[in-house]
């Protein structure tokens, strides 16, 4: 069955762009001197809310300064590849007269540059939540919520697509019904344990629910 709407997942998801996102904090770690052995604890999360919850050298320092620090790492012509199936996705539902949104922990230039620019396909997106709209980020399932009362559904006729065990857990959180996950950066596993309700290595299998 077709869902009433896709809450789609930015990075990793839509666009594979974690390498840019690693390497930006492998920047930021090596001009601090700082070591930390999983780089994993950000994938999917704000980075201002891990340096403030997580444990770690950056203890004793300003959570949204040292994120800003690591923003400032990613290059301004950074153009990240689309995941398979990607923009076609998001044509398709689209065309079916299904609403789409983009609920991620980036922030909105990223969103522009990434889904406008990169993908093409900004226009077709009814709802975009973005970090700067919740109070907390995932995995609490806020960002999930707020796009489901934007777009006016219910979060259990809803699909959702993630890459992250903690986008995973917010979607879930949220009530979203059927919740995917899309192993780009995160091994089925990892996702499955998170609560995903079945795992595909990229976007291209959803584009049966359009056909």
Known sequence: MRPAAL???LDGTLVDSEPVHRAAYDAFLADR????PDLGIFTGRRAEDVFAVEPGPWAEHDPRDLAAEVRGQIP???TPEPVPGAPELVRAAAGAGIQVAIVTSARPEWVALAVGEGLGVLHH???VVTAHDVAEGKPDPAGFLLACERLGVDA???LAAEDSPAGIRAAVAAGVGRVVGVTTTWSATDLIDAGAHEVLPDLRALLDLFR
């Open 7 to 9: 809450l789609l997942d």
């Open 33 to 36: 001197g700082w070591e930390v």
């Open 76 to 78: 301004d012509d950074a």
């Open 125 to 127: 997106v009814e709802v």
């Open 156 to 158: 259990p006729a809803c």
